[in-house]
């Protein structure tokens, strides 16, 4: 076997090679990724932060939005309570319209009875008194004398002062 020397192996002068690239370029090129890295971990933070913004926003919106969402339900429960009411006003309303309307026709019913019957009354009263005039007038034609007149003129005027006080007390 044939052995070669260390420096006869290509793999020292390539591992040579790299040991002084890294020696010459390594602080330069340490730096290079080193400032990637903190350019990353900085948009990495940005990001977060946007992140942690929007999060915060999200949640007051949400907050927000319930609030906002309960003061709404309460607003709807106050409509619905003031319709509900309105309603019952309006109803009872209508039942004591209802009432006062009937009561009127009730009224008005009873008060052409009572016209009804008054106008019934003074015709029966005209007719009684036609009749009684008419009977008057025949039996004065059939033979009252006029003794008997004059004693019935006599009589009649002597009870007019009774019949006019009882006719004022009524």
């Known amino acids: 076997m044939h052995e070669e020397s260390f420096f006869g192996n290509p793999r020292t002068w390539v591992a040579l090679a790299f040991i002084l690239f890294f020696v010459a370029f390594g ?5 290079a990724v080193a400032g990637l890295l903190d350019k990353h971990a900085e948009r990495v933070r940005a990001e977060l932060a946007e992140a942690q913004r929007l999060r915060q926003e999200a949640e007051a919106m949400l907050k927000d939005a319930g609030t906002r969402r309960e003061a709404a339900l309460a607003e709807a ?8 009411d309105e309603a019952a006003r309006l109803a009872q309303e209508a039942a004591e319209d209802a009432v006062a309307v009937a009561h009127r026709r009730e009224q008005m019913a009873l008060d052409r009875i009572a016209a009804a019957e008054k106008s019934a009354t003074d015709e029966v009263r005209i007719l009684a008194a036609e009749v009684a005039t008419a009977a008057a007038a025949q039996a004065l034609r059939e033979g009252l004398s006029a003794d008997a007149d004059a004693r019935m003129i006599d009589h009649a005027i002597s009870r007019l002062p009774a019949a006019l006080a009882a006719r004022r007390a009524a």
């Open 77 to 84: 429960r106050t409509l619905l309570d003031r319709a509900r």
């Open 27 to 31: 602080k330069k090129l340490w730096q």
